[in-house]
T-cell receptor
Framework: KNQVEQSPQSLIILEGKNCTLQ??????????LRWYKQDTGRGPVSLTI?????NTKSNGRYTATLDADTKQSSLHITASQLSDSASYIC?????????????FGKGTHLIIQP | DSGVTQTPKHLITATGQRVTLRCSPR?????VYWYQQSLDQGLQFLIQ???????AKGNILERFSAQQFPDLHSELNLSSLELGDSALYFC??????????????FGSGTRLTVV
């Protein structure tokens, strides 16, 4: 069964610090991997998308990396801000699949403390 | 504001009841996707409509149904509600049928509580 496991489940860091969130997946083969940010009470918003041939993708202070050989991805947040407090969701898509071809992780709940 | 409008924002109802959730996609978007997000669970894809036609189906229960109307808004009907149906229900929309590849936009969700 295709799975996406994220760690840690939750994380608390101080404002200004960096952090790294992990995503391990068993989806194989896969087409692309996305990271979403979901603020409390809001819908997810896409941060990055990487195909199987890409190793890294940045979006401002967010940098995602992908190792397709080990089936691992990470999301690195630099110089965290209070507004980074949210859940971060990793999503993997199978090749050729439509909306039913996505597997969502449960997310990492990140809290930034002042 | 993402441009995807979901109503109501909150809904509390009793077991056994039926509710209807509504989604208006962004202007110009023809596809609508419905997702369920239970507490501490990942998003679960329910169903996708494109220009009024069902396009893809996920783990949608038989008690649930959806449709997309000519004006492109969509409704998700949940019947014979159980406590386990309590969740956030999200709608997303995209211009084309392949929103999962090219990008789609989520609404703010409807929080359903079944008591």
């Amino acid at each position: 069964k295709n799975q996406v496991e994220q760690s840690p489940q939750s994380l608390i860091i101080l404002e200004g610090k960096n952090c790294t969130l992990q995503c391990n997946y068993t989806v194989s083969p896969f087409s692309n991997l996305r990271w979403y940010k979901q603020d409390t009470g809001r819908g997810p918003v896409s941060l990055t998308i990487m195909t199987f041939s890409e190793n890294t993708k940045s979006n401002g202070r967010y940098t995602a990396t992908l190792d397709a050989d080990t089936k691992q991805s990470s999301l690195h947040i630099t110089a965290s801000q209070l507004s980074d407090s949210a859940s971060y969701i990793c999503v993997v898509k199978i090749p050729g699949g439509g909306a039913d071809g996505l597997t969502f992780g449960k997310g990492t709940h990140l809290i930034i403390q002042p | 504001d993402s441009g995807v409008t979901q109503t109501p924002k909150h809904l509390i109802t009793a077991t056994g009841q039926r509710v209807t959730l509504r989604c208006s996609p962004r202007s110009g978007d023809l596809s609508v996707y419905w997702y369920q997000q239970s507490l501490d669970q990942g998003l679960q894809f329910l169903i996708q409509y494109y220009n009024g036609e069902e396009r893809a189906k996920g783990n949608i229960l038989e008690r649930f149904s959806a449709q997309q109307f000519p004006d492109l808004h969509s409704e998700l009907n949940l019947s014979s509600l159980e406590l386990g149906d309590s969740a956030l229900y999200f709608c997303a929309s995209s211009e084309g049928v392949r929103g999962v590849d090219y990008g789609y936009t989520f609404g703010s969700g409807t929080r359903l509580t079944v008591v």
